[in-house]
């Protein structure tokens, strides 16, 4: 079976189709995956260095690591990010919910874009809680300082931190709408984002929806939440998906 075909015209079938993305979607524009074997989580502590209190504790040190980390997704989107916005502009994918913090799939030109873990492109003041690019602040002297004298602490989330309550609600509600959905480069095992591609397979009180995963290699809803998985690089299969969509609505 041809699944590019099969992906192809499930997706312009359906009536409201979302994304799910993760980090094997940015480690092909060179952003490597912190989780992985030599990834940022090998050299420094998640425990000391992620969580929101080590932040508190001493910001500084949290900075360093951080500094770090920035500089790593200095990165440009790639033809996986371009395709989904191909697939916005053709109406066929109404959001992407992304559980990564690097401001790609904004850069690239997607309108409808719900950031899960928030954005580390961005930071915001503890005190005043003023938002400004990270490529404006001071990064030789740490930790950063807003204007007020407030600490600036990249707008993400950090370990110990709730989701943002209105990106949680939104992707609840597309998840639980939508009657199909592409899970990319992410193994959906961070939970609560692991909830969203089972709320948008139904229940009793929703009706199916077909769950499409695109990823290197098999996880933990393969078989289970999906109905089938496309293996390999998703900048690769997602341009065949775009190109194979105008060829069967031309």
């Known amino acids: 079976m041809n699944l590019i075909k099969k992906a192809a015209e499930d997706i312009s079938k359906a009536k409201m189709g979302i994304a799910l993305t993760g980090a ?18 090998s050299r420094y502590d998640i425990n000391e260095y992620g969580h929101i209190d080590s932040f508190k504790k001493n910001p500084a040190k949290v900075w360093m690591m951080l500094r770090e980390m920035i500089s790593l997704m200095n990165a440009e989107p790639n033809p996986a990010h371009y395709a989904l916005v191909e697939l916005e502009k053709m109406g066929y994918i109404n959001a992407v919910i992304t559980q990564n913090v690097d401001n790609l799939h904004q850069e690239a030109g997607s309108k409808n874009v719900i950031e899960f873990h928030g954005n580390f492109k961005r930071v915001v003041c503890t005190r005043c809680g003023k938002k400004k690019g990270v490529d404006k602040i001071d990064m030789e002297n740490l930790p950063p300082m807003c204007e007020c004298g407030g600490i600036l602490k990249p707008d993400g989330i950090f370990f110990g931190e709730a989701i943002p309550r209105n990106a949680y609600l939104k ?22 984002a692991s909830q969203l591609p089972y709320l948008a397979k139904g229940s009793l009180t929703k009706p199916k929806g077909i769950v499409i995963e695109i990823n290197k290699e098999t996880t933990d809803i393969t078989g289970i939440v999906s109905d089938y998985i496309i293996e390999g690089k998703a900048g690769e ?14």
Do not use: H, N, Q
């Open 171 to 192: 992707s609840v509600a597309l998840a639980t709408k939508c009657d199909l959905m592409l899970v990319i480069g992410t193994s959906a095992s961070v939970y609560p």
């Open 237 to 250: 299969i997602l341009p065949k998906i775009v190109e194979e969509i105008k060829s069967i609505t031309s």
């Open 24 to 41: 094997g979607i940015s480690t092909e524009s060179g952003i490597p995956d912190f989780r992985s074997k030599d990834g940022l989580w």
